[in-house]
């Protein structure tokens, strides 16, 4: 699995903000992510910055009965200071 991380938005480590977002996706045949939706966000702020990183992240395709399939997961994105 390929995960690049988000870039934390400079407004927000600035003024010390953290939080999590969490999305909806599709993992599609191939592995890649589809159809992002936000379920919810600890800032609104923090939103595009982990679609932006999700987008380009990509997955081992899930196999059943030997085929690629599709298949919904919730994505947790962590903001945090270090």
Known sequence: MNC????????LRQERIQGTVV???IIAKDGTVQRLTVVSSANPLL?????????????IPTILNREPVEVVTEITVNFALQ
């Open 4 to 11: 690049p991380k988000p870039v934390y938005p400079a407004i």
């Open 23 to 25: 999305l909806s996706a």
């Open 47 to 59: 939103i595009s910055a982990a679609i932006d990183a999700v987008k380009r992240w990509v997955y």
